[in-house]
């Protein structure tokens, strides 16, 4: 099963792909944890990526396309796929298309998390990271996901872990930025999704709702 989830920054995408990725046993692939890991280990591309993500601004297209075309070709994608954060813009887009097309992959699904802009910025605020696992879901700001509390500080909800915020879910210009890019029809991720929707079906969800209530519209419609 290949899919890919679209969503701005703060719709849940993260969280929902957490969900789609235990029920399809594929691999949860997303750019930004895949650069922020090569940040963390100070290598030469997370030294590169660093730059544009402070900003929020798009890691440039030569290093992030074939970054995730040869991340796709890794043994644990023979069986499928979630990407997450990929594509993000229309080059991104169109390059993905010829480069499955040129295999033989199949796309079998395309999800889009539709949710308004305030409100998701407000939600990415609130986002808490768990340092055991990216899986794990935390935000000060949505009660079913809500962290625990331990010692009078939050904790992660699943497994108790510490918590950390991102730097650039703290600085609302990036956020801006992020969301620019995201709602830009002409070249940006809407470009991107209106691609999709010229070539495939694509699943359209209200994001709005609970965390619970969205993940069961997403999993009903992929049938
Ligand atoms: P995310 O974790 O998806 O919010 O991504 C964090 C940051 O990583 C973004 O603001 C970009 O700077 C960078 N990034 C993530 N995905 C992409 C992509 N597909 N193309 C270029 N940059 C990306």
């Given at each position: 099963m290949n899919i890919i989830i679209f969503?701005?920054?703060g719709s849940g995408k993260g969280t929902q792909g957490a969900i789609i990725q235990k029920k399809f046993n594929i691999p949860h692939i997303e750019t930004g944890v895949i650069f922020r890991k090569n940040i963390a280990e100070g290598t030469e591309l997370g030294k590169k990526a660093k730059v544009y993500i402070d900003k929020?601004?798009?890691?440039?297209?030569e290093i992030t396309i074939p970054m995730i075309l040869n991340r796709l070709k890794e043994p644990d994608c023979a069986n499928g796929w979630l990407l997450d954060g990929f594509p993000r813009n229309l080059a991104q887009a169109e390059a993905l298309y010829?480069?499955?097309?040129?295999e033989n992959i199949p796309l079998?699904?395309?999800i889009e998390i539709q949710l308004d802009r305030q409100i998701a910025k407000n939600r990415i605020m609130g986002r808490r990271l768990c340092?055991?696992?990216n899986n794990h879901p935390n935000?000060?700001?949505i009660d079913a996901i809500k962290p625990a509390e331990k010692d009078g500080k939050f904790v992660c909800r699943i497994c108790g872990g510490e918590l950390s915020t991102r730097a650039d879910d703290q600085d609302e210009a990036a956020i801006d930025k992020r969301h620019d890019i995201y709602y830009d029809t002409e070249k940006g991720t809407m470009a991107a999704i209106n691609f999709?929707?010229?070539?495939?079906n694509v699943i359209t969800v209200d994001g709005s709702p609970?965390?619970?209530?969205v993940s069961e519209e997403i999993l009903k419609k992929l049938g």
């Open positions: 969503g701005p920054n929020g601004e798009l890691v440039p297209d010829e480069a499955l097309a040129k079998d699904y395309v340092v055991n696992d935000n000060i700001y999709f929707k010229e070539r495939v609970g965390v619970n209530e």
